[in-house]
């Protein structure tokens, strides 16, 4: 940010600084402004990347990062899934918890070239179906969150109890 700041103002001073008179400071902050906005958005455009995951016919979990394959595991090793609970509608953002890795993936809303309504939703329908996991509470440092939950996998059961105890830093 303090780059797309620094940017700002030397674009300013190149093309936008009045060549004659006085300088006015609302002209300065409004163009900088403007300038780190579009910077920073163009910041974040660039460096997202695609995320995809694949479940294979013989149990495989599979995450591909940027068309590359970063993490593969069995289904049997998921041991819940983070995420807002259903019935609040949209789902942007969601956390899968494995033995050894916490996946995150989400999907920014506030661009609409990236974002696909629903199709969260649906990934999530068919986890929670096809391992019939259970719906618990997420525990947080500070509590029991009240929007997101945590989808657990029915044969990881026993893992919740240390998962509540710790307050959702570990489950292992």
């Known amino acids: 940010m303090f780059l797309a700041m620094i940017c700002s ?27 780190t906005g579009v910077i920073f958005l ?3 455009i660039v460096t997202i990347q695609k995320k995809s995951i694949e479940v294979t016919d013989d149990n495989l ?28 509608g949209i789902i942007g953002e969601m956390a899968f918890c494995f033995n050894d890795k916490k996946i995150r993936i989400s ?11 629903g199709k969260y939703e649906w990934i999530f329908s068919f986890f929670v179906k096809s391992l019939n996991l259970k719906k618990m509470h ?8 009240k929007y997101v939950f945590a ?4 044969v990881r ?16």
């Open 151 to 154: 989808y657990w996998n029915p």
């Open 42 to 44: 163009l910041l974040i």
């Open 107 to 117: 999907m920014p809303s506030h661009l609409p070239h990236f974002y696909e309504p």
């Open 9 to 35: 103002g030397i674009i300013y001073e190149a093309f936008f600084a009045p060549a004659y008179g006085i300088e006015s400071r609302l002209r300065f902050i409004s163009i900088t402004g403007l300038v």
């Open 157 to 172: 059961k026993a893992n919740y109890e240390i998962y509540s105890k710790s307050r959702g830093q570990r489950f292992l």
């Open 61 to 88: 979990f599979k995450y591909y990062s940027g068309g590359k394959l970063v993490y593969t595991n069995t289904m049997d090793n998921l041991y819940y899934i983070e995420a807002v609970d259903i019935s609040r």
């Open 138 to 145: 997420h525990h947080t440092l500070f509590g029991k969150s």
